[in-house]
């Protein structure tokens, strides 16, 4: 012992440069370490209620991103406003990581447009896509029109919608001003009981994502999709012809699609954002939790936090464009 | 498709399917009887455990819930005056008055007993229309839907025709409240005053919890004493249940008029259960022809009340299984569940898979029963409820009730509403109001509006909609025989006047 208490001047600072040293590599390490996240349970906001499409997709992949985080993945349905309530909690949670919103894209932007609330959508801390649904116009198959040139020879055909202000009737509005098709909207019709108004002659037309139950209809003989809004032919309705098709490429593509995006606080530090979308990510890649948003009916088509940031950059610049003409519909009724 | 009943009924004694039956009546009852939760909430949490089980002993698990929320909800509704779920309002009207009499016991027996036979009618109905069904849902049009409700509105009105200019004025609350909110069909808000909270409009269930729940809380602290008001009064026990069990069939008219109206309604998408329930009760206090009887503890009403409520489960079923239109909250997780298993409801499913169609049908009868012989097995331990004296009692009730209205939207917001919505109902009933009015007010006003302008965007804004289709004009029939028989009894009733008098 006594030995240790006769370290020369040049062992001392040896010690104390080996010291200083330990103590930056530890700062440094220190530095280099994961984020302290999740410390608690994350909440995942569904604008909806249960039973849904998203709903259904959300708790899939929740459970997913609970095993890859470690902590619960807890759903909270808000509903309220057609998803407008869960879209204002997640732009006001604590930018911390432990809220996520998924939310339906670009329903969302038209009804802020439509009814401001001071939400800004580029401001979000956009986690990826959780679910992509293609809209189609079906009809009951009863009904002896099948092209938009049938549609055109007609005074006044009724869309049965659910309001005013949601995505379908944007779509309806651009749809028929596209086409050059006369029109009224009937609404008040949400879900299945869409279809009951088709087979009972409340409206000729319908239009929403194929997907869940509309996309069982759909496939069954009571119904017939007219076309889809995209520019491939759209896998579970390989028989209905596309906008492309019908000559109309400036409703194809994925515009008018329904998409569930995932958000996170505005401000969301980019490691913690990354780590969720990590997860996220990882739970699409999943057999069993892609088999069971299939089921839903709905597809899985990945997206990175900035991809995700783009698309929705692109939606507003369509909602933009469209905006007017919507809103003179709305006006007019 | 008799094949397919035979192998369902014979799949009824594998312990899985037993232990599914068991434990979606357990929820069922338990949901059922806490007050503001009920079977949406119940099917809601179970839902996302289920993925992954074999979808038959899943649909087991719904159709034990399905099958008896409502039952479960009779007993806090005659014991507490608080309605388990919204489909339970009318039982508190005169179960609750015989609970006070000592008689609790008899009304469980009664209201256990008509609720069985309400779903076993309902479900007798729903596997004999199934052919039927594409008929029944284009029948009933906007407009009709329109009249229908027009006819519960006025029914509710003359209910409570003692005062009917009370009646009336809270009845046009409830419409105007109903109006609050984010319309979705002009894409507006309306009188929600700047506040986030009221976007979409008053809540139904804080605001029964308030009125009929929490209200009655109010008025009891202040009295003191126990629900039951005289203590001392033996609630009878089994016995007193048996004799209200056996009792039902004295109601045959009340309990067959029940049943067909919880059918017929719970089989439009949209009505639900409330509406049957209110439009049952009114009803056979229409036709009774000692209506004065109702809401003082008669037998009768507690019958009406609850044979329709739960024999809209086999109505409600049908544009389900059959169309995949939900008609209400339970059916559409039921539909969620479908989707979460792949099952494809429509024609798929009645031609394919009538293992899912006679699991849920024999799964509802199957839970209905379990449920009957629980709460009559166990409703004279329930009933002594009401001899425990109020100071236990509301602190239990109250914190069941803010638990219950919190946990459906997990908003502190609805637990304050509740406590509004406690203090105007206590204001009202001092000021002889009747709540009944302004909740069926507020129920149907909502849904009046939809269909009024649903059918006038129909037309193209043609009036003549509303009185061209049969299905609208036998109704607008029902309606002049309504008003026309009330005033008939009314001038009946109404003293002679006077020699002299002008």
Known sequence: MARIGKIGRFGRLMLLAGALAAIAAFGVSCGDDEPDFPTRDVEWFVGFGAGGGFDTASRIIAEKMSDDLGVNVVVRNIEGGGGRRAVQEIARSDPDGHAISIMNMPNQITAERLDPEDVDFGELSWVGRAVIQTYGLYTAAANDFNTPQDLQGMPDVRFCLSGLAGHSFLVASVTTEVMNIAWNPVTGYRGQETQAGLLRGDCELA??????????????????????????????????????????????????????LVAAAPGTPDDILQILADAFDSALQDADVIAGINNAGMGVDRLTPDETAEVVEGMDGIVSEYIDTVRQKSQAQ | MFEAFLDGLAGMGNPAVIGAIILGTTLGVLFGVIPGLGSVIAMTLILPFTFGWDPIIAMYVFAGIIGTASTGGGVPAILLNTPGTIANVCTTF?????????????????????????????????????????????AFTPPDFFWLI??????????????????????????????????????????????????????????????????????????????????????????????????VFQYKAILLRGSVIGTVIGAIPGAGGAVANFLSYSTAK???????LFGTGYAGGVVASESSNDAKDGGILLPTLTFGIPGNGEMVILMGAFVLHGIQPGRDLLVNRLDIVWAIILGVIAAQVLTTIIILGGGAWLARISLVPVKYIAPFVAILSFIGVYAVRSNIWDVALAVFAALVGFSMRRAGFPLITLVIGFVLGQ???????????????????????????????????????????AARKAPAPKAGES
């Open chain 2, 286 to 292: 229409q036709a009774s022809k000692t209506p004065e």
């Open chain 2, 447 to 489: 849904l009046a509006e939809e269909k009024f302008t649903q059918s006038l965007q129909i037309s193209g804004g043609g009036y003549s909609i509303f009185f061209t289709r049969p299905v609208s004009i036998v109704l607008l029939l029902a309606i002049f025989f309504m008003l026309g028989w009330s005033m008939y009894k």
């Open chain 1, 207 to 260: 239009l929403g994502p194929i997907a869940g139950s509309t996309l069982t209809a759909v496939q069954g003989p009571d119904f017939k999709v007219l076309w889809m809004y995209s520019s491939e032919r759209f896998g579970p309705v390989p028989d209905a012809p596309t906008v492309d098709e019908l000559g109309f490429p400036e409703l194809g593509g994925s515009k008018f699609a329904n998409n569930g």
């Open chain 2, 150 to 247: 027009i006819l519960g509105l006025i029914a509710v009105t003359f209910a409570s025709r003692q005062n009917m200019m009370k009646g009336l004025a809270a009845g046009g609350v409830g419409i105007l409240i109903a109006l609050i909110g984010f319309s979705p069909v002009f894409g507006v808000r309306r009188y929600t005053l700047g506040s986030e909270y009221l976007w979409d409009g008053i809540e139904i269930v804080p605001l029964v919890i308030g009125f009929f729940a929490l209200s009655e809380l109010i008025v009891y602290t202040s009295r003191g004493g126990s629900i039951a008001r005289d203590a001392s009064v033996n609630l009878g026990g089994f016995r007193q249940i048996m004799r209200g069990a056996v009792e």
């Open chain 2, 94 to 138: 005169d179960g609750f008055p015989m609970t006070r009499r000592g008689e609790g016991g008899r009304a469980i027996g009664l209201a256990a007993t008509a609720s069985a036979l309400g779903t076993l009618f309902s479900i007798v109905v729903l596997a004999a229309l199934l052919p039927l069904a594409e008929i029944m849902l284009r």
